[in-house]
């Protein structure tokens, strides 16, 4: 119940800046258009890249542009005030209240993609059925399917974010290795090009790395390219990637603690 | 007027230096910095290759003249970001109230602004963007004229972002929380001029062309470059153009920026 609380009022606390909103998908509109000439351009050149077709490809750019938002893919979101807290000492504060922190934060931020998804996601959905004409997707279970992948991408996302923000326990400030995984994770989403077009080993590796949930999975699933055992498959790749991470979390919190007692907090 | 541009630019790297060394106390992450920002369009230019796996060419240009043109635009915006890319946060101060601090010191505001918070993580895209055009460079049948048309190109598209940058942070002075709109036309800017112009539609040239002129920051220029025929059939007095673009461009950020200081209020809090 207290979890939904603080979820209820990081929604909340998203929704005071309308503006801001609003400026963001026009933003998310402007990318989404550029890709998707360029991706008609290639498509136009190479009608089946990556088992994809133009249609196919341009649903996956505003995906892409409406999916961006709502799992941070540039880090910030509720890691960002853990990262603050530990900066300046206040996550000693944190640490005797008789809540877990990982839960705290993980609601906080379950709470923000739900606002991120209702605006900055459905924008620019709405504007790419509208100019491009991009594939809804096709069945109720994929569409189903779609809504648990969703979540399973935030958590992934914040547990990598989580780690992100608990190096400031050692480096005081977290915006070097934000930067760093930001990075990676533009290009291993597949936000700037369908990992099915990336070539031999390098298209396996980013198809293993968690980032891959990000988009690439919930974008797989929407266009329907996942049936039956195919789908299970895909959807327990994000399981078990949200698994890992959030065990992690844990265990680095527990150093992490051991270390701030010992400096006195 | 020569000797207050002096000062003012002396002023500039007082302030700037005094950030740099500020952001040394977190040596990680400042290299961190500088690394992540070159990372990420190291790997945009990735992806640019690994779309060449699967075409010939793009819209008619090979890999190498798309990275003349992708390294040109980088280079820009590069530049401009470094020098004044601290402009974007001006909704911030007129939130905080820091304009008005800002505005009782004895350095033009502009310089101000533009100095704040300077940032050296850039030096990752410029490193990177130099490469990449170095590298496109070596395709280039250069004559006296062309080394000039490139020189002036990096210059006047830098010049062009910088317009933009302070021109769309502008907009805050009216609406505080709407920095991200600027984003559109800067990064969208470089972005889609990462690209050759042929693969979108005619209406969008002309907005690149007349209204948001980055298509003056490589594309034109570019062409010239290459020695190819416009597309588009524009005339080819267009090609060299881009230093009055870059002037226009400029001069009507400056007409802004004054409109939106004389608008400015503070928060009165």
Known sequence: ?265 | MADSAARHLRTYGQIAWLWIRAAWQYPTSFVMLAVGNGLITGLDFVGLWIMFTHLQDLGGFTLREVALLYGSSSLALGLADTVIGSVERIGTYVRTGRLDQMMTKPVPLLVQVCADQFTLRRLGRLTQASVVFGWACTGVDWTPLRVLVAVSMLVSGAMIFFGLFVGFACLQFWTQDTDQLANAFTYGGATITQYPLRIFPREIMVGLTFVVPVAFANWYPCLYLLGRDDPFGTPDAFQLASPLAAVLTVAAALLVWRSGVRHYTSTGS
């Open chain 1, 1 to 265: 119940m207290l979890h939904v609380a603080v979820a209820t009022r990081a929604f909340r606390r998203y929704s005071t800046y309308r503006a801001a909103t609003l400026a963001g998908i026009f933003t998310n509109s402007v990318f989404g258009v550029i890709y998707s000439f360029a991706y008609l351009a290639l498509w136009r050149a190479n009608p089946t890249a990556g088992g994809y077709d133009a249609q196919d490809a341009v649903t996956y750019v505003w995906l892409g542009q409406a999916l961006l938002m709502t799992i941070a893919l540039w880090g910030g979101g509720a890691t960002d005030d853990l990262a603050e807290r530990i900066r300046t000492g206040d996550i000693a504060i944190d640490l005797y209240r008789p809540v877990g922190i990982l839960g705290w934060y993980l609601a906080a931020d379950l709470g923000r993609a739900a606002y991120q998804l209702l605006t900055r996601g459905v924008g620019p959905v709405l504007v790419g059925v509208l100019a491009f004409d991009i594939a809804l997707p096709g069945s109720a279970t994929d569409a189903a399917a779609f809504a648990v992948s969703l979540v399973l991408a935030v958590v992934v996302s914040f547990g990598i974010r989580f780690l992100v923000a608990s190096t400031a326990f050692w480096l005081l400030d977290q915006s070097g290795v934000k930067v760093m995984t930001g990075a990676f994770a533009i290009f291993f989403s597949g936000l700037l090009l369908p990992l099915v077009l990336f070539p031999g080993w390098l298209g396996t590796l980013a198809r293993a790395l968690p980032w891959a949930s990000y988009v690439q999975v919930p974008a797989d699933i929407w266009l329907g390219k996942h049936a039956g055992t195919d789908l299970a498959l895909a959807l327990g790749f994000q399981v078990l990637w949200a698994v890992v991470l959030l065990a992690a979390c844990q265990g680095v919190l527990r150093l992490a603690t051991r270390k701030v007692v010992v400096q006195g907090g």
